[in-house]
């Protein structure tokens, strides 16, 4: 019988088969966790939403960070891109 290492992340339970990409997704949930309280202080917002709201934020990252580096039409050229994903 063959074993095999999967990691739990402690915020969602999600299991991973690499330690690089369960630390990763924990670090992305921990992001989002942050940003939804930020949201909370700023703005009233419902629960659910500010951690809808969070996860986007956070799972875009990298996307978000070049549009405020000076290049926000990424921005549109990333939602361009989802309207017409057949998803």
Known sequence: MAVIPMWQCDRDGSM???KKAAEEHDRMLELAECLTGFLQNKITLDDTLAEEIGLVLARNK??????????PALLLDESDKEDTDPE
């Open 62 to 71: 990298d996307l978000l960070g070049q549009a405020f580096k000076g290049k």
């Open 16 to 18: 991973f088969a690499d």
